[in-house]
Structures are given as structure tokens and as C-alpha cells.
RNA sequence: GCCGAAGUGGCGGAAUUGGCAGACGCGCAUGGUUCAGGUCCAUGUACUCGCAAGGGUGUGGAGGUUCGAGUCCUCUCUUCGGCACCA
């Protein structure tokens, strides 16, 4: 390891400390060795030398004997500068990663570029630059600053998406999936940004609005797409969350949320005077008696039969469409104002043989469950809504009690609580909601016309793209042939170089007559490509695989390997990435799951989201001027002081606000933790390793010290995860050597001590300031590196004090606190604060009703 | 509307199980060091009454449980995040 020859030193050998008379303090008299603390030396020396060793941080094959621990930070997009949510979120998990290897942990922490995506398509269009070299020059400049951080990153298995080595296993995957029907072709409504001149997934669209361009609404056209069949693991996507106990109970929610799970029952009803069937889905088949009316969305395909033959109806409906079309522009469809129309036809409902009308709403959503309702107004809000706007009849099928018809009960309408009875239900009268809806579909199933099922709010994914910079989709269209795989031996299918890229939209690949001209393997006839590319976020469903074996040509990664490392034992990102990248992951690995290639079920065993950096109270934005450069940071206070503000100034959960003269403050820490250091360098360097037998009082008071936060920092790598309080532990101990300074000084904290002392601190120390501590370990004259030196141990002995400070309270208010052992029981406590002064001042008179005493703890004394 | 999180000094935040509220840092004040300072050191700093000793108040608000509540319970207000005619 070169950080072991380069760690050489002039020892201590040679040294001679001198220290004057006991009145002269130690950094009046040595300030020659107490240097001056300067990132910009140390930094760079070290970032040099841990260059010349690409080893440094790479992780063991499998083989190794040492417990595995795979740590990973969401790769950044290639934008070509980090930013202080980069920062922190990197800060956070090369910490834990160093705190893993000094744990004796084999630590995979690898680091990649997640490098397709429209800003490199942007950047071609406004500054004519291509997209690859863009994105090139991008990576290398961040890299440049990832190294200046001081990143522990292995970057033997570097990833970037753009490369071919990388994304022909999209394209591989693809296949895949295309074979197991998991990946299909349809025409569809899909949302189009005009502004991204492409397509978006159902996930990317915000309140109706692009994800990357707020002010843009998303339009709907129809369009051949290529999807994803996530809804075939819907279920599974539902069930695994249960698993997921390190996950945030946030994010958990958020996905529960997003797919969106709803039992209930189809029901059809038979359209009177015709063979069709209006089939609705409701989860409230219980107050089926009650349905007044049924509602077809605009977009139902009986509606447009029935407007076929009603020129009137026809104009009623489009204008419905343009009400729901409008309303999702302004992105509140949950805000829009119910509008409907009678058809003049009637169902048949198949329970109570009642003709029911059939209507088009505007508020029924075609693309959920069945596009179609039965409206239960007593018993729905909405339903209550429109049927008061259009005066449908509403008729109460639900009671708060037994024996009570619904004439005779005031129930206040909509009557939405699933407590009570049924009425006016035929022979279903006195039952509960719950046992109701299981015998009613129960018979619906029975008699062919109903069944029990689940929807899913959830949709497939869509992943055609029509850009140029992203995966080409393998496939091909042969006039004999239709839709033909491109054979795997074929692949990469390569993304051409020199593309003319411009805003007009379409895919630019279909300008591009030699990719798109191509020969059907079938028959051998002329075939034209897909000219589409794949969401980006198919690169980031399974890439953290591909570290295992980034460079694999045969397979997207040995299945072997992957089995070691995998679940992810930490992964640190923004929550912004709840959702999308999260559930499409959770997606993938089930699939390859069910391909065999792995075998977890979730890439992901512990999940953190860090909070967001802001300043001024607001998300740090170029438009805001409130962005604060990393680099800036780094050059004015060092990389060690940048790292360890974003750890310190909130627990890493919480949003972080970014305040310059905080960093300013972790500066001057750090300052004094290199005065302190090499002032004692020598010193310690030459002192026994072992901690002589009988301690003084400051000896004992500052191990006490030392080895409480060795104890809480522990503790918080372990469970809390509040870096904050590490930190702060490590400046309490610091500030109380300072303190001890007048002792070292008088002999009365020998060597070994401060030795022992001083070396832990280091050890403490390295995961979050990695360069300073890395630097005084070899000025204290350590021969061998930081990185993977054992983790500190706590002593509990040496915590235990003999004698400590306790509250005593009086009617539960402070009023002294006493000097007693720590062995002391229940007893002394009590005689201890009836003996004391200020006590028995505050007693004096008075009638002391009982005594409270929490044995090490405190006492409480209840007076009258 | 539904779900979730959070409200503590001038500021960021601490208080792990109900047991000394305000650790640590910033800022501020006073003094010192320094040719100089975006330096370093020391002391102080929740509010309030008081020259002081000492007292009173205090964790969004109102109640409650308890010897004792920032922490537990009930109600309520505010802020932030997510979802939202999802039948």
C-alpha cells in the first residue's frame, strides 16, 4: 500500500522537548512546532499520493473472509459540477464506508456516471458541442472534484451509461424482457413534453406539469410507445415493502401510495336493449342497492357508440373531454367541476333487476379500473356531488344501526363510514358492510356477472424516447416480418456518432438513414430500426449490479459476485428519488430474479434520504443566486472542513441551511486540532503504547472523556446516524485537551496518556476529516495507514467515574446538585440531599411527604 | 380532503429509556495577543427582576397523567413534504 512507504517520518527519536518551568505555557514556548493549520498543503499532498495507488480503496473479491458491506451513494448525473447536495450526500457515505473498513469490514464502495439525458442534448443544441464530448469533459472535470473531496471511492468499476460496454445490456435486458412479454409495443395516450420534445413516464409527470420544466403542461398525443409491464409485479412491488424495515416509513408510504392497491369488485351491467355490458369496478359493492346512476368516462368505448346515433350527445361528450383536458393542463384534475351527461340509455342492475341510468361524467377517469362507476351518491361523496348538481335520486342503503329502516335514522349524507347495517338491500338488510361485500361478490362470481379484484393505481412504463441521447431500443420493423428482435449476437445496436440534434422533436435517430436502414435477420429483406431510445431511468434500475463486475463482457455482471454483495447494505440518496428510481429498481430486480440471474428480491436492504441543502430558507437554485460552489468551499476553507460542516450542521435526515461562517467555525476546529496535534507530536510519538498503572485525577478525567465519545460516536455509526452529535462529541473532546493543556504541562498527564489519547482522537476523527487526520497520524509517527487501522474500543472502566454529580429536585424543581459514588444506594442518595445546605435551607419548615430516588440518577424531594 | 414529518435562545441545532432544557457550533459582547487580520486566546451570552447574593418564567397553544413532561395522553394552531374526483 503506498500510503505505508510514503508514510515515513523523522520520528520521535531525535526530539527533544523541552519544557520550561511550570509557569510558561507549552504554545508560547514551542511555536515552532506548532504549525499552522493549511488545507491547501495537506490536502493536495495526500490527494497525490493516494492517486498513486488505484488499490487503495478496492474492495476484496468474494473470497475474503471479512464480513461484506456494500455502501452506495446515488451516482450523479454528469452535469459537469457537484453541488452541496452532492456534497453531503457523498460526505455521508464515504464516512460510513471508512468507519465500515476501520470495523474490518470488506467495503464495496464504487462510484459511476449516470451520463444519457436531455442536457447533454440541450448543450448540443445551444452551444453546438455533441453530446459525448459534452458529457466526457463533464465527468472528468467532477471527477476532478470528487478527488479534491477526498472521496473513497473504488474506481476500478467506475460505470458510465453512455458507454457501449454499459447500456448493450440495457438493450440486452430488453431482449429479455421483449421474450417474456414483459416488454411490448401499443398505441397510447402518452405525455408529451413540447419542451423536451419527448415522451414522459406517468412518473415524471408533476401536477400535470414536465418534472423538468415546471411551467411546461404536458400534453397528450398518441404515439407507438414501448412499455415495460410493471404492473405485472404490482402485487409483489405492494408486499415487498412490507420487508423493507430499513427503509424510511416515508418512502414507504410514498410507493404504497404511488401503486396504489384498491380491492373491490367488478360488476357488469347489462345495457338494456343491447349485448353489451358495462362493466364498473367498485370497492363499496356492499351499497350496490344504492346506485342511482352509472358513470362512464368520456372516453368509455360504449360512449362512442352511443354518441354515434346522437349528434347532441356527441357535442355534450367532446365537450366533457375538453373540460378533462383542460383540467389535467392546469394540473387539477382533482379540482375540476363536475359536469355530465344522460346518454338516454339504461342498465340493468344485476342484483336488484332495477333499470339504472346511464351517464358520462366528466370527473370518471378512463384510465383507471374499468373507466366506469355506479354511483352511489348516499354513500360516495363525489357521487353525492353530482347527484345533487343533476338531481339523481339518492337512496340510503347504509344505516349507522340495526332494526333502523333509512326513513327513520337522520343520516347525514353522504354517509361515507363503513359502520352499520344494510337497508333497502333485499336480502342483504342487517348485514355489516364488511360481511355484505364478501357474500354479494360471492354471488356475482357465482352467477357469472361480477368477480372479486384488485386495481392498481400503478401503470407499465413507457420507456420510448424520442431522443437521440439514450439507449437505441433493439427492435426492428420488417414489412414481411412486423416487430423483430435484433439477435443478440448483434448487439450493442451502437448509438451513431455526429447526429443532428435540434428542438424540432421527433427522434433524431430517424434522420439518420444508416442507423435506421437495416436487414431483417428473419427473411433477409429490408427492415427499418426503432429510432426511439430508453428513459434514462432504465440505466439507474440496475446499474449498482454492474459494480460488482463493471468491465464483464459476457453478461451484464457474474451472477456469482452478485449473490455476495447484494442486498445493498446502505444506500444514501435524495428523497426526490423515493418513487421513480426506487420502484423501477425494486421492478428490475424482480425481474431478473424471475430470469434467474439473482436471487434477492430487493436490491436494497437499508435505504437513507438525506435531507435537502438550502440556503436563505430556499433550495439552493442558479435562478435564487443562492448557490454555494463546492469548489469555492473547498479552495477557501479545505475539503475536510466543506465535508464536515454538511455532517454537522443537522442531522443528515433533516434539510441542511447552508451558513459560510459555519464552515468557517468547523475551520477553526479542525485548526485546533492541528495545533493540538503537533505540538504533542513528538511527544507522543516517543511514549510507551502502554497507559501507566496508577492514573492522576486529569489523567482519569480526560480517558473518561475520551472514551464517552468514543462510546456515543460509536453508537452513532451504529444506530442514530446523527454525524452532528458525532462531531460535536469530538469538539467537547478537544475543547476539555485544550483544557487539560495546564496539566500536560505540569506533568500531571504523562505521555502515554496523551499518546493514547491523541491517537484516538485521530481514529475518531478520520472518517469525517479524512486528509487532517490521515496527515497527523503520520506527524504523530504512525508507519502505516489511516484507512483500515483497527476502530477504536471503549473502556467502560475507564468511563466509570468514582464519584459524580447528581440533581437534587424539590417538588420536582432544580435546586442543587450533590457530590456522591457512583456505588451509592437508594439510601445515601436519600441522606446525601437531606445533609445538604441549600436542602435543607429550602425544607426548612416544611413537611418533606416523600422522598424519590432514582439510583444513579437523581433525587426528588416532594415538601408541603 | 387524506397520509407523513416537524415546531426548543438572535441563528443551525443538542437533550438516546419520562429525571440538571439549551450540548456543540455560529453570531454577539468584553478583555487580551498581533505590523496586519475573514487570525489566535480568555471570559460571558435563553428570557426576566436585581448592584449583587438570589428569585421568577421558559421547549407553538390549551388541558391532562406523573413525585417529575421538550419527551406520554387529549384537543388545537402553524410550517414543510407526499398523494389527491383513483371509484
Not at 435531507?611 to 479545505?638: C, D, L, Q
Not at 467502560?796 to 457512583?822: D, H, S, W, Y
Amino acid at each position: 500500500m503506498s500510503e505505508r512507504e510514503q508514510g515515513l517520518k523523522d520520528g520521535g527519536e531525535g526530539a527533544v522537548h523541552t519544557l520550561e518551568s511550570a509557569g510558561v505555557r507549552v504554545w508560547k514556548d514551542a511555536p515552532a512546532r506548532e504549525g499552522r493549520y493549511n488545507p491547501q498543503e495537506i490536502e493536495p499532498k495526500w490527494q497525490a499520493r493516494w492517486a498513486a495507488d488505484p488499490e487503495l480503496y478496492a474492495a476484496e473479491p468474494p473470497t475474503s473472509g471479512k464480513p461484506k458491506y456494500y455502501v452506495l451513494e446515488m451516482l450523479p448525473y454528469p452535469s459537469g459540477q457537484l453541488h452541496m447536495g452532492h456534497v453531503r450526500n457523498y460526505a455521508i457515505g464515504d464516512a460510513l464506508a471508512r468507519y465500515k473498513w476501520m470495523q474490518g469490514a470488506n467495503v464495496l464502495h464504487p462510484m459511476g456516471w449516470d451520463a444519457f439525458g436531455l442536457p447533454a442534448e440541450n448543450a448540443a443544441i445551444k452551444n453546438h458541442r455533441e453530446p459525448r464530448e459534452w458529457t466526457f469533459s463533464n465527468i472528468a472535470a467532477m471527477k476532478v472534484q470528487f478527488d479534491r473531496l477526498g472521496l473513497a471511492y473504488d474506481w476500478r468499476n467506475e460505470i458510465t451509461t453512455c458507454l457501449p460496454e454499459y447500456y448493450r445490456w440495457n438493450q440486452w435486458f430488453f431482449l429479455r424482457m421483449y421474450e417474456r412479454g414483459l416488454a411490448y409495443r401499443k398505441k397510447s395516450k402518452v405525455n408529451w413534453c413540447p419542451q423536451c420534445a419527448t415522451v414522459l413516464a406517468n412518473e415524471q409527470v408533476i401536477d400535470g406539469r414536465c418534472w423538468r420544466h415546471e411551467e411546461q403542461i404536458v400534453e397528450q398525443r398518441d404515439l407507438e410507445q414501448w412499455f415495460l409491464r410493471a404492473t405485472r409485479y404490482a402485487e409483489e412491488l405492494v408486499e415487498g415493502l412490507e420487508t423493507l424495515e430499513g427503509w424510511p416509513e416515508k418512502v414507504r408510504t410514498m410507493q404504497r401510495n404511488w401503486i396504489g392497491r384498491s380491492e373491490g369488485a367488478e360488476v357488469g351491467f347489462a345495457v338494456e336493449g343491447s349485448s353489451a355490458e358495462v362493466r364498473v369496478f367498485t370497492t363499496r359493492i356492499d351499497t350496490i342497492f344504492g346506485a342511482t346512476s352509472l358513470q362512464l368516462a368520456p372516453q368509455h368505448p360504449l360512449v362512442a357508440g352511443f354518441a354515434a346515433a346522437d349528434q347532441a350527445l356527441a357535442r355534450e361528450v367532446d365537450a366533457l373531454v375538453a373540460q378533462q383536458a383542460a383540467a389535467r393542463e392546469a394540473g387539477d384534475l382533482g379540482a375540476i367541476e363536475k359536469h355530465g351527461v344522460a346518454t338516454g340509455r339504461y342498465a340493468i342492475n344485476p342484483f336488484s333487476g332495477e333499470r339504472v341510468p346511464i351517464w358520462v361524467g366528466n370527473y370518471i377517469l378512463a384510465d383507471y379500473g374499468t373507466g366506469a362507476i355506479m354511483s352511489v351518491p348516499a354513500h360516495d361523496a363525489r357521487d353525492y356531488e353530482f347527484a345533487t348538481k343533476y338531481g339523481l335520486e339518492i337512496r340510503v342503503v347504509v344505516v349507522p344501526a340495526a332494526g333502523q329502516a333509512s326513513g327513520q335514522v337522520p343520516v347525514e349524507l353522504p354517509y361515507l363510514a363503513d359502520e352499520g347495517v344494510l337497508s333497502d338491500s333485499g336480502i342483504y338488510d342487517g348485514l355489516a358492510p364488511v360481511e355484505a361485500r364478501q357474500l354479494m361478490s360471492d354471488f356475482a362470481r357465482q352467477r357469472g356477472f361480477g368477480t372479486e379484484t384488485v386495481t392498481y393505481r400503478l401503470k407499465d412504463w413507457g420507456i420510448s424516447r424520442q431522443r437521440y441521447w439514450g439507449t437505441p431500443i433493439p427492435m426492428l420493423y420488417c414489412e414481411r416480418d412486423g416487430i423483430v428482435p435484433v439477435p443478440e449476437d448483434q448487439l450493442p445496436v451502437l448509438l451513431p456518432a455526429n447526429v443532428a440534434i435540434t428542438q424540432e422533436g421527433g427522434s433524431p435517430l430517424a434522420k439518420v438513414p444508416e442507423f435506421v436502414n437495416a436487414t431483417c435477420p428473419r427473411c433477409g429483406g429490408a427492415a427499418r430500426r426503432e429510432t426511439d431510445t430508453m428513459d434514462t431511468f432504465v440505466d439507474s434500475s440496475w446499474y449498482f449490479y454492474r459494480y460488482t463486475s463493471a468491465h464483464d463482457d459476457k453478461a451484464p455482471f457474474d451472477t456469482r459476485t452478485v449473490a455476495y454483495w447484494f442486498p445493498i447494505d446502505q444506500y444514501i440518496g435524495g428523497v426526490e428519488h423515493a418513487i421513480l428510481h426506487l420502484i423501477y429498481s425494486r421492478f428490475w430486480t424482480r425481474v431478473m430474479r424471475d430470469m434467474g440471474l439473482i436471487t434477492n428480491d430487493e436490491p436494497v436492504a437499508r435505504l437513507f434520504t438525506q435531507g435537502m441543502v438550502i440556503k436563505g430558507g430556499a433550495k439552493m437554485s442558479k435562478s435564487k443566486g443562492n448557490v454555494v460552489s463546492p469548489n469555492e468551499m473547498i479552495t477557501r476553507y479545505g475539503a475536510d472542513a466543506a465535508r464536515m460542516y454538511s455532517l454537522f450542521a443537522a442531522p443528515p435526515d433533516r434539510d441542511l441551511d447552508w451558513q459560510e461562517d459555519g464552515v468557517a467555525g468547523v475551520s477553526r476546529f479542525l485548526g485546533k486540532v492541528y495545533r493540538f496535534a503537533t505540538r504533542h507530536a513528538e511527544q507522543a510519538a516517543s511514549a510507551a503504547l502502554t497507559l501507566p498503572a496508577v492514573l492522576t485525577g486529569e489523567e482519569q478525567a480526560v480517558l473518561r472523556k475520551l472514551h464517552q465519545t468514543i462510546a456515543r460516536i460509536t453508537e452513532d455509526f451504529e444506530d442514530r446516524w446523527h454525524f452532528n452529535t458525532s462531531i460535536a462529541a469530538i469538539m467537547e473532546l478537544v475543547n476539555t485537551l485544550n483544557a487539560a493543556e495546564p496539566a500536560v504541562e505540569a506533568g500531571r498527564l504523562s505521555p502515554p496518556v496523551l499518546r493514547h489519547v491523541l491517537d484516538r482522537l485521530l481514529l475518531l476523527l478520520a472518517p469525517f476529516a479524512p486528509y487532517l487526520s490521515r496527515e497527523l497520524w503520520e506527524v504523530t509517527g504512525h508507519q502505516d495507514g489511516l484507512l483500515r487501522a483497527p476502530w477504536p474500543a471503549y473502556d467502560p472502566a475507564l468511563i466509570a467515574a468514582e464519584e459524580m454529580e447528581f440533581p437534587v429536585q424539590i417538588n420536582g424543581k432544580l435546586c442543587t446538585v450533590i457530590r456522591i459514588g457512583t456505588g451509592a444506594d437508594e439510601a445515601a442518595f436519600e441522606a446525601a440531599a437531606l445533609a445538604d445546605e441549600k436542602v435543607q435551607a429550602r425544607i426548612a419548615g416544611r413537611q418533606v411527604v416523600k422522598i424519590i430516588v432514582v439510583s444513579a440518577k437523581m433525587v426528588n424531594l416532594v415538601v408541603r
